[in-house]
Nanobody
Framework: HVQLVESGGGSVQPGGSLRLSCVAS????????MGWFRQTPGKGREGVAA????????YYFDSVKGRFTISADNAKNTLYLQMNSLNPEDTAMYYC??????????????????WGQGTQVTVS
């Protein structure tokens, strides 16, 4: 099993920045991809970004391209999401997730096995 704990959420004004962190523990050797998702009340969980920490491959969903940056520190088993130019539409609970995928890049929440408890981001 993999345990994921997010932190770094908070309230920020439009145009501001936040950096989210996600620390992984447990069987960290079992995943090769990590991702960030977000969810607002009444809406489904949507993808934000994904990364292959070992190879550096990254993927961004259109809504955050050019504004958010996903990165990982393998020595610390930590995933990051640098969020710049935030706007009210970015308000959501943000979740990190991990999975093992042999081919391609996981973009759907259904492709991820382990999830954190989430951290709230509010832009207003």
């Amino acid at each position: 099993h993999v345990q994921l704990v997010e932190s770094g959420g908070g309230s920020v004004q439009p145009g501001g920045s936040l950096r989210l962190s996600c620390v992984a523990s447990g069987d960290t050797y079992t995943y090769n991809f990590m991702g960030w998702f977000r969810q607002t009340p009444g809406k489904g969980r949507e993808g934000v970004a994904a990364i292959n920490p070992g190879g550096g491959l990254t993927y961004y969903f259109d809504s955050v391209k050019g504004r958010f940056t996903i990165s990982a520190d393998n020595a610390k088993n930590t995933l990051y999401l640098q969020m710049n130019s935030l706007n009210p539409e970015d308000t959501a609970m943000y979740y990190c997730a991990s999975t093992f995928l042999r081919y391609g890049c996981p973009r759907s929440q259904n492709e991820y096995d382990y999830w954190g408890q989430g951290t709230q981001v509010t832009v207003s």
